[in-house]
Nanobody, 119 residues
């Protein structure tokens, strides 16, 4: 059974920092593109950052320069360091694992962790 378990969310003041972590089990996360998505109330889920199996990263324009995604393949984890947080970063953050295997896409989601940034 595949599980992605997020941790590290919480309440922080604007300008503060948070570090989210995602622990994967049931998969070898090093073979997957790992990503962080977020969904604010009334809005669609959007990509925040992703890191490929080869280590390439991609960031949403809204978080570039403030957020860093990293992975520890030995621990089967992916992390999201968020600095200079803004109230508009408030959302539920979801961990995602994604891989194309023989023409079939496999994707898994965590249950989400709430991030609230107060002004």
């Amino acid at each position: 059974q595949v599980k992605l378990v997020e941790s590290g969310g919480g309440l922080v003041q604007a300008g503060g920092s948070l570090r989210l972590s995602c622990a994967a089990s049931g998969i070898t996360s090093s073979l997957y593109t790992m990503g962080w998505y977020r969904q604010a109330p009334g809005k669609q889920r959007e990509l925040v950052a992703a890191i490929t199996s080869g280590g390439s990263t991609d960031y949403a324009d809204s978080v570039k320069g403030r957020v860093t995604i990293s992975r520890d393949n030995a621990k089967n984890t992916v992390s999201l360091q968020m600095n200079s947080l803004k109230p508009e970063d408030t959302a539920v953050y979801y961990c995602n694992a994604n891989r194309q295997i023989f023409g079939s896409r496999r994707t898994y989601w965590g249950q989400g962790t709430q991030v609230t940034v107060s002004s």
